[in-house]
C-alpha cells in the first residue's frame, strides 16, 4: 500500500531522515521505535505531505505522493492523527468528530464509523458535548484518534499515542488500536513505548538518528540483545 524508496529529508543542514526505505502492506499494522529526536514524526510528516522530503519517492496505492499538498494526500485516503493530538479545543467532541469527517460523503458510513468510534471509546459517546479542552489527557487522545478514523483512511498514521498517557489509559488506547487493526485498517504506528510497540505491531522498523538501522518481526527483535537491553529494558 505504501513504499517509501531512499527518503531523505534535512532542516537546513541537520539530517533528519536519512536513506529511508520502508514498504506497509494492506491491513498490516507497522510499528516505528526509536528514542527522542531519531526523526520519528518527522517521517510521518513526509508521509502526509507536512513536510516535502529533499530526495526519494513516496508511493501509495502504486502513486507517486510525495510533492503533494496534505489535503490531497488526504483526499487519497491518508489520515494522520499527530503527536500532542491538536484538536479544537474551544469546539466540543462531536464538532472535532465532524471536522474529521469533512471529506466523507457517505451518510451511511459516516453513521458506522460514528458507532464504531462509541463502541472503542464510550467516553466519548458520554461526553459528545463537552469542549475538548475540559478533556482529561486521556480522552482528548482517544479523540484525536477519533477525529482521524472518521476520515474512513485507507492508511491511518499514528504519532506517538501514547504520550504522556497513564499505564491504565495507555492499556486502553492500545486496546483500541487492536480494534482498528483488527477492522483492517492499515496503520503506521510511531511509539516510543517499545513494549506496546512490539505487542500490537506485525513488523517492527527501529529509527536511530534518521537511519532504519534494524526491522524485523517482534519475535525476531525481542531476541536481539540490543533491542532488550535499550528499549524494552531486559
Same mark, same amino acid.
Given at each position: ?89 474551544? +469546539?466540543? %467532541?462531536? &464538532? $472535532? #468528530? ?13 453513521? @458506522?464509523? !460514528? ?82 510497540? +512490539?505487542? %500490537?505491531? &506485525? $513488523? #517492527? ?13 517482534? @519475535?525476531? !527483535? ?13
Amino acid at each position: 500500500m505504501l513504499e517509501l524508496k531512499k527518503i531523505y529529508h534535512y532542516y537546513e543542514k541537520a539530517r533528519a531522515l536519512e536513506e529511508i526505505n520502508l514498504k506497509v502492506e494492506e491491513k498490516a499494522l507497522d510499528a516505528v521505535i526509536g528514542p527522542n529526536g531519531a526523526g520519528k514524526s518527522t517521517l510521518l510528516k513526509v508521509i502526509s505531505g507536512l513536510e516535502e522530503p529533499d530526495r526519494g519517492k513516496i508511493e501509495f496505492l502504486g502513486e507517486r505522493i510525495d510533492g503533494m499538498k496534505p489535503h490531497k494526500i488526504a483526499k487519497r485516503g491518508i489520515a494522520h492523527c499527530p503527536e500532542r493530538r491538536r484538536l479544537f479545543y474551544d +469546539m466540543t %467532541v462531536m &464538532e $472535532n #468528530i465532524d471536522l474529521g469527517a469533512n471529506t466523507l460523503k457517505d451518510k451511511q458510513k459516516y453513521n @458506522e464509523l !460514528l458507532e464504531f468510534i462509541f463502541e472503542i471509546f464510550p467516553r466519548l459517546k458520554e461526553r459528545k458535548k463537552q469542549r475538548a479542552g475540559t478533556l482529561s489527557g486521556g480522552e482528548q487522545q482517544m479523540l484525536a484518534i477519533a477525529r482521524s478514523l472518521m476520515a474512513n483512511p485507507k492508511l491511518l498514521l499514528l504519532d506517538e499515542p501514547s504520550l504522556g498517557l497513564a499505564p491504565k489509559i495507555k492499556d486502553t488506547i492500545f486496546q483500541a488500536i487492536n480494534k482498528i487493526k483488527e477492522e483492517g485498517t492499515t496503520t503506521l504506528l510511531i511509539e516510543q513505548d517499545a513494549a506496546l510497540a +512490539m505487542e %500490537v505491531g &506485525e $513488523n #517492527i522498523h527501529v529509527l536511530e538518528e534518521g537511519k532504519i538501522e534494524m526491522r524485523g518481526t517482534k @519475535e525476531q !527483535l525481542v531476541k536481539e540483545p540490543r533491542i532488550k537491553k535499550v528499549y524494552l529494558g531486559i
